[in-house]
């Protein structure tokens, strides 16, 4: 807060002697556009600065005295501006508040020119944007991350994702430290002060947020090649064992991608590097970031969840080397064409690698959370303009990604899957090497389909909200489907139910022992939809064939029984998750009565697969939410136990030899579920005896596990077993063992012990960036601690945005309010939003994760008061 007040006070006394020009508000104007840039660091890991130069090769399109570019918290020594025609101008330096530093010339520049600017900079220890550094063991390790504006805290730059040009980076760094970049070295000479001089190869063209380098004593661990391209898993000093998965795995991902994109990977080498913790992954060109407890885990410490949580993110990354670097979003209000691809494609192309994984029910649990987010009045629009650094901030999220990739998906299924593939392939060698937007991507996929895509697709991409499709089933005569449209509205929203979109209704249906597929363009309030296969009325009707469109079904008139005859069982494992995922938005709705959506909680609690299961615990959680009163709370936990009871107690915590992954992904949900919302006393028995076990000698319990059991011994441990908890986290040298533990920390139901563990995001034992998630919002899933983590906010806000990273990607001060999002009552309420009122716009995308916050407290309560006296009547009658 002090250096942002401090450099707009700069800003407004030197911007009266400089000659006026305001900095830009938010974008620069285009007026000088670059075309190379020769970057030049000077980088020791473990120093707090840095040096540089850089010459970036422009074209001064309209004539000024003064030039703007992006920079941030650079202190820029020496700036000028050399003309083609070797003229050389020296500037001075306009500070532009946060974003900005304008050039400044004694006399107009204009036409093509190289601008020289020597500046220091910072390597941040405490955030993860920028040049930052993180220690491994007792040595520092230097990495980057730019998306989407901080390059401009590396180097002065044009840092908007259109600028789109070649880099070339030289890099001094200490002699026996790796140097890597996007692009391989070209040479390396020793410098006579104990450095040498690393120079990388020109880029191909890149916007500034792709641009990565990374210093320290790596080893590096050869994975060969894929065609031309060599494989390297880059990983902190002594920890190349932990690569395997990772150099196994990658080729075949690879492969994969080429083979479905048609065009070989764009760059010349495929490096991925470990930081030592970090809640991302980046897909820098050539140079992809990954968590090291991610990337590299040494076999004998590996879970299976673990490879398969990378390799779900290489796919996801490796597959932006196409959507989002070859092709690039112009403008960052499309950067949905990057993310919502990439998290399409991750689930495409691991579905195809590992079928056994059922990628496709994780599409159909991505739309269903999207569906929760997107019903919200103050929902952003997959397309949402971009106005401020806010709206930069925000568009990295579910609508971005988990709802972008369902649209995507649902136009796949309605045009056909090898069609879609082939306008994929033309969009991307049309805009090759450049940017585009998603006109140019929908004018690619209209071309291939043979039809004009895009008044339909725009329908999703530029308004918000889920579309809810109710369907009546006629068989009077020929028969057929009544269908209407409108806005999914949960119970107490002040949202209009009427809006329109241009749906691909898809459906299935059996009809005289055969199954039938069908498409029509719902475009209408109303519509009919003959079934042209049915000769009679149809054994089973499925609204929306494999789940995959994104709307949600109103089952009208005694529907929902014939799309879940026979328990579903003529369903696939995604259709039935989608089907109970639909059940529960329509008890949110007061569509469907909780009694009915409890009743088929039953019914498909035994079903055979892990993930039908879990979706009919997640209804089954609304008897231990917000609506149910305090005293009917031990009857929520009864009805839990009596349901899901005794497959928990058969499954118990520890894996049986010979089991299936499946099995095992049961266990960590169903066995949690049962000992913490069931209150399972045998199995809360069970996890204190293993806890205290594993405490004393680290027996005992497989990693895959671990974290279930040591938050379920915490939620009903005693002060004394936090203090062992906090001991051994302070203790523990394996990052993801103290993930563990942090997660234990943060689960106490007890106030006191609660208090305690937000206490410990003040002192210095933990990283903010490991500790303040687990911490903070830990508490919110008790109702006796869940006013705590706010209260904890307003006692010591100036402590904690003091120590918590602030940049404009990951401003951890943006998800204060969701700290307070538990609460479901008007007096709670209102102080949230007094307290967050003023000081939000402080924090960069705070204020629409602030109006989500108070909207979602609105429905809450309103849906209590509706819901309510249903599940009491419920729990009184079980
Ligand atoms: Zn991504």
Redesign the pocket.
């Known amino acids: 807060m002090q250096i942002r007040f401090a450099l707009v006070a700069c800003s407004l006394c030197c911007a009266m002697a400089a000659p006026v020009s305001a900095p830009p508000k938010l974008r620069l104007d285009g007026s000088v556009q670059p075309s190379r840039y020769a970057v030049d660091l000077t980088i020791t890991p473990g120093r707090d600065t840095f040096r540089g130069s850089v010459d970036i090769d422009v074209d001064v399109r309209v004539t000024s005295p003064v030039i703007w570019l992006n920079a941030s918290a650079l202190q820029i020594h020496d700036a000028s501006f050399r003309a083609a025609s070797g003229d050389a101008l020296a500037a001075h330096v306009t500070p532009g508040g946060n974003d900005f530093a304008g050039l400044s010339f004694d006399r107009p520049v204009s036409g093509k020119g190289v601008l020289h600017i020597a500046y220091e900079g910072k390597i941040s220890r405490t955030s993860s944007a920028g040049l930052f550094q993180q220690k491994e063991g007792d040595q520092w390790y230097v990495y980057t991350q730019f998306e989407p504006t901080d390059a401009r805290r590396a180097f002065p730059c044009f840092d908007e994702p259109n600028f789109k040009v070649p880099w070339q980076l030289t890099l001094h760094v200490p002699k026996d430290d790796v140097a890597v970049a996007n692009t391989p070295a070209v040479s390396e000479m020793d410098e006579p002060n104990g450095m040498k001089t690393v120079k990388f190869k020109e880029s191909k063209p890149l916007p500034s947020y792709l641009v990565a380098l990374a210093v320290g004593n790596f080893d590096i661990v050869d994975a060969g090649k894929v065609g031309k391209t060599p494989i390297r898993v880059i990983v902190p000093h002594g920890k190349a064992e932990g690569a395997k998965y990772a150099t196994e795995s990658i080729p075949q991902l690879l492969k994969l991608l080429e083979s479905y994109f048609g065009i070989p990977y764009p760059y010349e080498k495929l490096d991925s590097i470990a930081m030592p913790f970090a809640n991302f992954a980046m ?1 820098n060109a050539g140079l992809i970031t990954y968590e090291e407890s991610l990337l590299a885990v040494k076999p004998a410490d590996d879970t299976f969840n673990r490879q398969r949580g990378f390799a779900v993110t290489a796919a ?1 990354e490796m597959a ?1 080397q196409w959507f989002g670097d070859l092709v690039t979003t112009a403008w960052w209000n499309d950067i949905w064409l ?2 919502a691809f ?1 998290s399409w494609m991750e689930r495409k192309i691991v579905e195809q690698w590992k079928p056994e994984w059922h990628e496709g029910v994780a599409a159909v649990n991505a739309r269903l959370g999207a569906t929760r987010e997107d019903t919200l009045v103050s929902a952003r629009k997959i397309r949402q303009p971009i106005e401020s650094n806010n709206d930069i901030a925000n568009s990295f999220d579910g609508i971005t990604y988990s709802k972008g990739s369902a649209v995507i998906q649902m136009f796949e299924t309605w045009i056909g899957t090898e069609k879609f593939r082939k306008g994929v392939q033309l969009y991307l060698k049309q805009h090759a090497w450049g940017s585009a937007t998603a006109s140019d991507f929908e004018a690619a996929i209209s071309s291939a389909a043979g039809r004009n895509i895009a008044p339909a697709f725009d329908s999703f991409l530029d308004q918000s909200g889920v579309p809810e499709v109710s369907v009546t089933l006629d068989c009077t005569s020929k028969p057929k489907l009544e269908l209407a449209q409108k806005r999914v509205l949960p119970i107490g929203s002040h949202g209009s139910p009427q809006q329109l979109w241009r749906i691909p209704v898809c459906v299935a249906y059996e009809s005289n022992g055969t199954v039938h597929h069908q498409c029509d363009v719902l475009a209408d309030p109303r519509s009919e939809m003959v079934l042209t296969a049915a000769k009679s009325c149809p054994a089973w009707l499925l609204p929306n064939d494999g789940e995959s469109g994104y709307y949600q079904v109103e089952y009208k008139n005694g529907l929902l029984d014939k799309t879940l005859a026979d328990k579903g069982r003529h369903l696939t494992v995604a259709e039935r998750v989608g089907v109970l995922g639909n059940v529960q938005t329509l008890e949110n709705t007061g569509e469907i009565s909780p009694r009915v959506a409890l009743a088929l909680v039953q019914d498909f609690a035994n079903d055979p697969n892990y993930q039908v299961i879990s979706l009919a615990a997640s209804i089954a959680g609304i008897l231990r939410g917000n609506a149910v009163p305090d005293e009917l709370r031990p009857k929520g936990a009864q009805f839990i136990r009596q349901v899901f009871g005794k497959r928990a107690a058969e499954l118990g915590w520890i894996a049986k030899p010979g089991e299936s992954e499946d099995t095992r992904l049961l266990r960590q949900r169903l066995v949690s579920f049962v000992a913490n919302a069931g209150e399972e006393k045998e199995l809360i028995d069970q996890a204190r005896k293993l806890t205290e076990r594993w405490l004393q000698d680290r027996s005992g319990i497989p990693l895959e596990i671990l974290g279930n059991v040591l938050r379920t011994a915490a939620q009903f441990g005693d002060r004394d077993l936090f203090d062992r908890f906090h001991q051994a986290g302070v203790k523990e040298r394996d990052r993801r063992i103290r993930q563990q533990l942090l997660g234990a920390l943060g689960s106490f139901r007890n106030p006191e012990i609660a208090r305690a563990a937000l206490e410990l995001t003040l002192s210095d034992e933990f990283d903010m960036r490991e500790s303040f998630f687990a911490l903070m919002f830990g508490p919110l899933s008790y109702p006796p601690t869940r006013p705590l983590p706010f209260e904890f906010i307003k006692q010591n806000l100036d402590k904690l945005l003091a120590r918590l990273p602030r940049e404009v990607g990951s401003d951890y001060a943006a998800n204060f309010p969701f700290v307070a999002g538990g609460f479901c009552d008007a007096t709670h309420r209102d102080e949230v939003d007094a307290f967050f009122k003023d000081r939000i716009k402080d924090y960069t995308g705070g204020p629409r994760n602030l109006a989500q916050v108070l909207e979602g407290m609105d429905l809450c309560i309103a849906q209590r008061k509706v819901l309510g006296p249903e599940l009491v009547a419920f729990l009184q009658q079980y």
Do not use: I, K, V
């Open positions: 897909e996801h932006h990057n993310e990439a």
